[in-house]
């Protein structure tokens, strides 16, 4: 048996472009594809307590190939000098069903959750953002303020964080992604009053962080804004409070999905606030049978799924 073909980070972003791994999530579910045919995430907790982590696996197939990506959430990597998610993805020949390509698999993830992210924003967010907050530091809240400069040109960044340097870290390496316009970036931390004040005139919020309770009060968020909240894949942590999602238009990936992970949108849906009726899907959205809202915020609850990243790998591939 011929041995699968192994593709690195570096490979995945010379394949793949964040603009373009946008435009293929967009275009699988235009074209058709329903995203509750996805298998459930296997997931299996590792150690005890608040530093266990966590074990998935993540199946699935589409009507061209078929894949399964294999990942561990540590959250005390990032002391380490490692990212929290560590993950490879296996590609599978579509007619052999034999393992073809190995890939990076934290390489893929890093690139189609904001991929993901920037579907709902380009949909969602209004036409002209100036002023952007990215709430945490890490991978994600670089990847996804390249995802969005590819839609949007914002006049400013501010990145909030814990620790001062990292947000002031991530927020230079925003900085130097804006090469076609001039923008200003600057790192806050979470208990900076500036950080109210930042959310309050912001067109788009993107929280990713590895937060259980809410990071932004329920009345910061503008009328007509976005909010991305892709922190959590759990049903008892949440990014949001359930006063922000009860009075937002919320789009969540997949119902079903939703119902078992997004614990944003579980909460506030117990807590009253929120009713199951009024959730839509991002397929909606893509289709034009719902649009932003300009008297609301607007809401976009990601918990990230299999068929996802089986796009972008398959794209690796090619």
Request: net charge negative; glycine share 8%.
């Given at each position: 048996?011929?041995?699968?073909?192994?593709?690195?980070?570096?490979?995945?972003?010379?394949?793949?472009?964040?603009?373009?791994?946008?435009?293929?999530?967009?275009?699988?579910?235009?074209?058709?594809?329903?995203?509750?045919?996805?298998?459930?995430?296997?997931?299996?907790?590792?150690?005890?307590?608040?530093?266990?982590?966590?074990?998935?696996?993540?199946?699935?197939?589409?009507?061209?190939?078929?894949?399964?990506?294999?990942?561990?959430?540590?959250?005390?990597?990032?002391?380490?000098?490692?990212?929290?998610?560590?993950?490879?993805?296996?590609?599978?020949?579509?007619?052999?069903?034999?393992?073809?390509?190995?890939?990076?698999?934290?390489?893929?993830?890093?690139?189609?959750?904001?991929?993901?992210?920037?579907?709902?924003?380009?949909?969602?967010?209004?036409?002209?953002?100036?002023?952007?907050?990215?709430?945490?530091?890490?991978?994600?809240?670089?990847?996804?303020?390249?995802?969005?400069?590819?839609?949007?040109?914002?006049?400013?960044v501010t990145v909030v964080g814990r620790r001062a340097d990292a947000?002031?870290?991530?927020?230079?390496?925003?900085?130097?992604?804006?090469?076609?316009?001039?923008?200003?970036?600057?790192?806050?931390?979470?208990?900076?009053?500036?950080?109210?004040?930042?959310?309050?005139?912001?067109?788009?919020?993107?929280?990713?962080?590895?937060?259980?309770?809410?990071?932004?009060?329920?009345?910061?968020v503008a009328d007509g804004a976005c909010v991305v909240a892709i922190?959590?894949?759990?049903?008892?942590?949440?990014?949001?409070?359930?006063?922000?999602?009860?009075?937002?238009?919320?789009?969540?990936?997949?119902?079903?999905?939703?119902?078992?992970?997004?614990?944003?949108?579980?909460?506030?849906?117990?807590?009253?606030?929120?009713?199951?009726?009024?959730?839509?899907?991002?397929?909606?959205?893509?289709?034009?049978?719902?649009?932003?809202?300009?008297?609301?915020?607007?809401?976009?609850?990601?918990?990230?799924?299999?068929?996802?990243?089986?796009?972008?790998?398959?794209?690796?591939?090619?």
């Open positions: 048996m011929q041995q699968p073909r192994w593709v690195d980070a570096a490979g995945v972003r010379h394949a793949v472009s964040p603009d373009r791994a946008r435009r293929l999530i967009r275009r699988e579910l235009a074209d058709g594809f329903d995203p509750a045919t996805d298998p459930p995430r296997l997931a299996a907790t590792i150690g005890e307590g608040d530093g266990s982590g966590q074990l998935l696996v993540m199946p699935s197939a589409t009507r061209t190939g078929a894949g399964v990506k294999v990942l561990s959430v540590a959250p005390g990597n990032p002391e380490r000098g490692l990212d929290r998610i560590q993950a490879v993805y296996v590609l599978l020949d579509p007619d052999t069903l034999a393992p073809s390509v190995l890939v990076d698999g934290t390489a893929i993830t890093s690139l189609r959750t904001p991929a993901v992210s920037a579907v709902a924003m380009d949909a969602l967010a209004p036409d002209e953002v100036g002023s952007v907050v990215v709430v945490g530091s890490g991978p994600q809240a670089l990847g996804h303020a390249e995802a969005l400069l590819a839609i949007r040109q914002p006049t400013s947000a002031r870290a991530t927020a230079q390496r925003i900085s130097g992604l804006a090469s076609s316009h001039r923008m200003a970036t600057r790192g806050l931390t979470v208990d900076d009053p500036a950080f109210e004040t930042a959310v309050r005139d912001a067109q788009v919020v993107v929280t990713a962080t590895s937060a259980a309770t809410p990071v932004i009060d329920d009345d910061w922190g959590s894949h759990e049903p008892h942590r949440r990014e949001l409070g359930s006063g922000l999602l009860g009075r937002s238009l919320v789009v969540v990936e997949d119902l079903q999905t939703a119902h078992r992970e997004a614990g944003d949108v579980i909460l506030a849906a117990a807590q009253g606030p929120l009713a199951w009726d009024d959730v839509h899907t991002l397929a909606e959205v893509v289709l034009g049978s719902v649009t932003r809202a300009t008297d609301r915020p607007n809401v976009f609850k990601s918990v990230g799924m299999a068929w996802q990243d089986l796009v972008i790998a398959e794209h690796v591939r090619s």
